[in-house]
């Protein structure tokens, strides 16, 4: 990995554990374009709000991440971003670490943006959620887990955990498409599944 501020950037297959905070934008994650690898979040909170356009945690192209989410986590990017980018063509499954069953994330998007998925115009990429307590809130029409504002969503699958999916706004979906978007393709095989609702205390 490396550092230049303000971006750490993972450049081969890990594992890594991300741990801290950062609220002023200071500290942001990009998995580097084509990298398969391993991240854990434990007790992380990154925040890079505002105007800027600015991403807490992005996929570069054709990159796949598989995310363990050990204690409280939580992610806030600025306009036209999403909370998590996970846009098209790329892959992310998320789950709890071991032993960590109450492992939690918390993604919200910028203006326009969906909580896990696409910014604002941009399609979302492969997402699959397989354990962990996972809350994904899209603003202005972007899915909570999906499109971003005027972006397909793309395949959403969830094995199991707790989900909570939400997006404000008009006509963006909880889970699938953006404002005016297709939905893609969503599966549900198990786990807890709540639209529009931003709090936990129903899992």
């Known amino acids: 990995w490396k550092y230049y501020l303000p971006h750490i950037t993972l450049t081969n297959a890990g594992p890594f554990t991300i741990s801290g905070t950062n609220k002023t934008s200071q500290v942001r994650v990009v998995v580097q374009e084509g990298v398969m690898c391993d991240v854990t979040l434990s007790n992380l909170v990154l925040e890079a709000p505002g105007s800027g356009s600015l991403c807490a945690f992005t996929l570069e192209t054709d990159a796949c991440v598989s995310?363990?989410?050990?204690?409280?986590?939580?992610?806030?990017?600025?306009?036209?971003?999403?909370?998590?980018?996970?846009?098209?063509?790329?892959?992310l499954s998320i789950t709890n670490a071991p032993g960590d069953?109450?492992?939690?994330?918390?993604?919200?998007?910028?203006?326009?943006?969906?909580?896990?998925?696409?910014?604002?115009?941009?399609?979302?990429?492969?997402?699959?959620?397989?354990?962990?307590?996972?809350?994904?809130?899209?603003?202005?029409?972007?899915?909570?887990?999906?499109?971003?504002?005027?972006g397909a969503g793309g395949t959403t699958t969830i094995n199991g955990g707790c989900v909570s999916a939400s997006s404000t706004g008009t006509y963006g979906a909880g889970i699938g498409g953006g404002y005016y978007r297709a939905g893609g393709t969503i599966t549900i095989n198990g786990g807890t599944v709540t639209f529009n609702a931003p709090d936990m205390s129903w899992c």
């Open 67 to 91: 995310l363990f989410l050990a204690g409280n986590n939580a992610l806030l990017s600025g306009d036209n971003r999403a909370g998590l980018e996970v846009a098209g063509g790329r892959t």
């Open 101 to 150: 069953d109450a492992g939690a994330l918390t993604a919200t998007g910028g203006k326009y943006a969906a909580g896990i998925g696409g910014n604002n115009n941009n399609p979302s990429g492969t997402i699959t959620i397989h354990g962990g307590q996972v809350v994904a809130c899209g603003t202005d029409g972007a899915a909570g887990i999906g499109g971003g504002s005027q």
